[in-house]
């Protein structure tokens, strides 16, 4: 069975520096998809970037890139110049093929940007 | 271009009665996902729907849960007798195509189930 490890509970950067929350995975199957989704205090659920296992680059979306390491099974977020709206709780995640195409999601990192 | 609708955002029932949570797929989704979020933790699988279809419901609870998402209208998650433990966020979720592994998920606003 699939499993998403994120194992920062919570992170504090300051304004306009860069930080890296964590997530590891572990699946067999060598077809997946990795998920990184944003949830501000409002609750809603906002897709942020999302990388294939087959990809060769790491993806990148503005101020969001994935640093995608196979090897180690790890995807971990890389925000550039944080900004105060950046404060969420932000949730990696993973799909694979199949009937099943349901999203595993880990337990999340609470970020909170210091002014 | 409209997201996912869902509606309502919040509902509040007493033990025993029914809750219906509804969910309009974005414009051209074919595929409907549900996820349920207990406090403080993240988002565990429900179901998936294709039109008129279940298609994976090994995460619903076998008891008092049902899915339906019909032809026409949206798809519709349904919990009969309604205990405390159900009080949960529910989010819906649509894609575009079900192309293995690569299709990304995007999520309506939740509905705050609370019961009394």
């Known amino acids: 069975a699939q499993k998403i490890t994120q194992t920062q509970p919570g992170m504090f950067v300051q304004e306009k520096e860069a930080v890296t929350l964590d997530c590891t995975y572990d699946?067999?199957?060598?077809?997946?998809?990795l998920f990184w989704y944003k949830q501000p205090s409002s609750g809603e659920m906002i897709f942020l970037i999302y990388?294939?296992?087959?990809?060769?680059q790491n993806a990148t979306e503005g101020r969001y890139s994935l640093n995608f390491q196979k090897a180690r099974k790890s995807a971990n977020l890389v925000i550039s110049a944080s900004q105060l709206g950046d404060s969420a709780m932000y949730f990696c995640?993973?799909?694979?093929?199949?009937?099943?195409?349901?999203?595993?999601f880990g337990s999340g990192t609470q970020l909170t940007v210091l002014p | 271009n409209a997201g996912v609708m869902q509606n309502p955002r919040h509902l509040v029932r007493r033990r025993g009665q029914e809750a219906r949570l509804r969910c309009s797929p974005m414009?051209?989704?074919?595929?409907v996902y549900w996820y349920r979020q207990l406090p403080e933790e993240g988002l565990k699988f429900m179901v998936y729907?294709?039109?008129?279809?279940?298609?994976?419901e090994s995460g619903m609870p076998k008891e008092r849960f049902s899915a339906e998402f019909p032809k026409e209208g949206p798809s519709i998650l349904r919990i009969q007798q309604v205990v405390r433990g159900d009080s949960a966020a529910y989010f819906c979720?649509?894609?575009?195509?079900?192309?293995?592994?690569?299709?990304?998920?995007?999520f309506g606003p939740g509905t705050r189930l609370t019961v009394l």
């Open positions: 729907l294709q039109k008129e279809n279940i298609i994976d």
């Open positions: 990388q294939g296992s087959y990809d060769q």
């Open positions: 979720a649509s894609s575009l195509t079900a192309r293995q592994g690569t299709d990304t998920q995007y």
């Open positions: 699946t067999s199957d060598p077809s997946y998809g």
């Open positions: 414009k051209g989704h074919s595929h």
């Open positions: 995640a993973m799909s694979l093929p199949g009937s099943a195409r349901q999203l595993t």
